[in-house]
């Protein structure tokens, strides 16, 4: 009898592959035919965005929320478009790596992060040494001790004290954080061309559901799908 496919391809695509599928079955797909740009890094496993870049140039305004130590985006970002990228990172290793490394004067650095309400939240260490990023979901069931405190602020108040009334580009990759904090985006008024997103319905403690019902207030916002990664974890979405 023949081998079905699926049954060769590497553990990663096959994650892939049914995470796409599940997508396909709940009616989650592209609704956007626009020209896209890929950016960040490629590769099997790797977290690209797309974006519509025919409106973007060295006025524009670009959040980055979640840098972790990997910048690719943000670099490629600077580079083709000329635009500063304000990136926002609370994480200790994220914070001490941004620090030490050789960056451009237009990725400019805050280290603070995104959250429903101004203040602190606790903050737990990743379940792994391969990533830096800290998560308020203890995923890896880290000690009490293990926590840390770390300030974060609501969308409406950083774009105060940074004097902007738009956001061309805001991307958004914190580790689970991102349902609880859009909610706050969408109702502080500010004006948001695209989003971008990487959802994590992967973790025990969230649902599939949780992501589609998200989705389903960003198309009540307005927005549309203008691409899913191969990963089936970062979506694209254009304000129309």
Known sequence: MRTPEIVKMPTKEVRMLLRRLRLRAAGIKVELDVPKVVLGPTGLGASPYTIHAEELGPDSVVYSFGVGRDV???LEMIDRFELTVHAFDPSPLSVEWVRSADLPEKFVFH????GATDGLITLYPPPTTRTVHYSSINRGRAPADKAVKVPVKRLATIAAELG??????LKIDIDGGEYDVLPDVLASGIPIRQILMEVHHNFKTLKFNDTRD???ALRSHGYRILDISRRAREFSLLKT
């Open 164 to 169: 902007h009334d738009h956001i061309d580009v």
């Open 72 to 74: 690719h985006w943000d």
């Open 214 to 216: 998200m989705l389903r």
């Open 111 to 114: 280290p603070y992060g995104i």
